[in-house]
């Protein structure tokens, strides 16, 4: 994108919620880099310094043949929610930092049979990790919990559990 472009982006979302921006973002960032990322739809619910909430509808894209989210989509919701909170660290961070996820550790509770929230509470984590990466040539890592919850059927109860190990890198 160029420089001109990038500040007439800038401008425009000023003038837009900060959830809207963000999925505005995710979304051209989906379109951009990952293309699977922007074929779920993922929308930022809510998005502060300690939590982020992305939300993956359940349509024909993400269901399985039981009628349930497909287990893909929902680690989709799970690096999207996790992700999302550290790439804006790392955006608002004056270092070069690479971001990637080592692993990935799923816990499958219920059928997620609605749009899915996928939360993470981890900020102060995230930023202390990124702080960390700034100030190391080593590659640094800390786990990141992500909740899955169905709220339109059955409110705050998880449907998945998810840790992902998330490893930062000054370039």
Same mark, same amino acid.
Not at 66 to 78: D, H, K, Q, V
């Given at each position: 994108?160029?420089?001109?472009?990038?500040n007439?982006?800038?401008?425009?979302?000023?003038?837009?919620?900060?959830?809207?921006?963000?999925?505005?973002?995710?979304?051209?960032?989906?379109?951009?880099?990952?293309?699977?990322?922007?074929?779920?739809?993922?929308?930022?619910?809510?998005?502060?310094? !300690?939590?982020?909430?992305?939300k993956?509808?359940?349509?024909?894209?993400?269901?399985?043949?039981?009628?349930?989210?497909?287990?893909?989509?929902?680690?989709?919701?799970?690096?999207?929610?996790?992700?999302?909170?550290?790439?804006?660290?790392?955006? /608002?961070?004056p270092?070069?930092?690479?971001?990637?996820?080592?692993?990935?550790?799923?816990?499958?509770?219920?059928?997620?049979?609605?749009?899915?929230?996928?939360?993470?509470?981890?900020?102060?984590?995230?930023?202390?990790?990124?702080?960390?990466?700034?100030?190391?040539a /080593?590659?640094?890592?800390?786990?990141?919990?992500?909740?899955?919850?169905?709220?339109?059927?059955?409110?705050? /109860?998880?449907?998945?559990?998810?840790?992902?190990?998330?490893?930062?890198? !000054?370039?």
């Open positions: 994108m160029t420089k001109k472009r990038a007439a982006l800038q401008r425009l979302l000023r003038f837009m919620p900060e959830n809207k921006q963000a999925t505005l973002m995710l979304r051209i960032f989906g379109f951009t880099k990952i293309p699977l990322l922007l074929y779920v739809r993922p929308s930022v619910i809510e998005m502060s310094d !300690k939590k982020v909430v992305v993956i509808p359940l349509q024909r894209r993400t269901r399985n043949h039981l009628r349930s989210m497909y287990f893909g989509a929902l680690a989709i919701g799970a690096d999207c929610s996790g992700g999302l909170m550290a790439m804006r660290l790392i955006e /608002e961070s270092h070069n930092i690479a971001l990637v996820f080592k692993t990935l550790t799923a816990e499958f509770i219920k059928r997620a049979e609605g749009d899915v929230h996928f939360t993470c509470e981890e900020g102060d984590a995230i930023a202390e990790l990124v702080n960390e990466a700034a100030q190391s /080593e590659r640094v890592e800390t786990p990141i919990h992500v909740t899955a919850t169905v709220p339109g059927k059955l409110g705050d /109860e998880p449907v998945a559990k998810f840790t992902l190990i998330l490893s930062l890198k !000054k370039r």
